[in-house]
């Protein structure tokens, strides 16, 4: 196997290292089922993967096998950049079920009266809940060319507010990270809360992650979509959670509608072709829907319901080679070439 890295197994539920609890005493419902010749080749093309850092994999709620890569440690956080909209999206779906939120049809103006106070264009009184978290509100996007401006400006929900329309709400699919900040400060104006409180109070806390603090705007609302800080093991933790409905430990903690709502394919991208909900992308990889969260530079967190598997990847953000779609595109093969066989030629 080419490539040095830190390798910790888990099989059956006993682990090494400091593993979350949920991820060694969780009850089975079946043992894992895993082909190992199949996984074995599945982390040595990974080691092969620069950047990557890690690669941690669980099936029927339990941990199998982690392997980390180029200097990242057991426990170390790191940076998972757009992973983080899919946070903010169970958040959302939270906040509904508590009834913070009637429905993901309440209009974006209800929560920014005083914005929209003297504002003539209708268009603006017809984007929804449903459009921010589907990008599909019909506002440039932030992201791309405009994040330098919007991240540099006085007041960030106010530069997304400013936004020209493209094309009226829910006609149109652009992706913006603002669209996501804007639910952010839309939940610390509901709760209460800031979104960091709420987040660690109502998602993390129950699933024995202790969520740390990110980026705040200069209003001092966490970022909502960028940013977060997990390590490998956490951010498995949060895809475990969807891959069992929403549950952990006996506790509803995200509504299993909601986890269908994020996972529906609302919008498509226009340059690699994968179909995106709720701050969720979909797409069908060996003949199975794979939905993930996904973060600039290689961040990853892919769920197969179909297959109760559960992968996490991260990769560097500062000692990357050129080619980052390549690199995306080696990691979607990994889980179309190994990963999901490993399991699928198990069962």
Known sequence: MRGSFLLSITCLGITTGAALAQLADAPLRAPPAIAPATLDTAFARAADLAPLTSLVVAHRGRLVREAYFRGLRPGRRVNVKSVSKSVISALIGIALDQGYLRTADQRLWEFFPERFAAEADVRWFRITLHDLLSMRTGLETSSFYNYGPW???????????????????????????????VLSAILTRVTGQSTLRFAREQLFAPIGVELAAWERDPQGI?????????????LLAFGLLFANGGQHDGRQIIPPEWIELSWQRLGRSPWNGHSYGYGWWTRTLAGHDVHFAWGYGGQYLFVVPELELVVAVTSSLTNRPPGSRAHNRRVLRLMRDYLIPSVAKAR
């Open 222 to 234: 966490y970022m909502g979509g960028n940013n977060m800080l997990f390590s490998p093991r956490e």
């Open 151 to 181: 991240v540099t400006s006085r007041n960030w929900v106010d530069w997304v507010l400013r936004r020209p329309f493209e094309c009226m709400p829910g006609s149109c699919w652009s992706y913006s990270t603002g669209s996501t900040h």
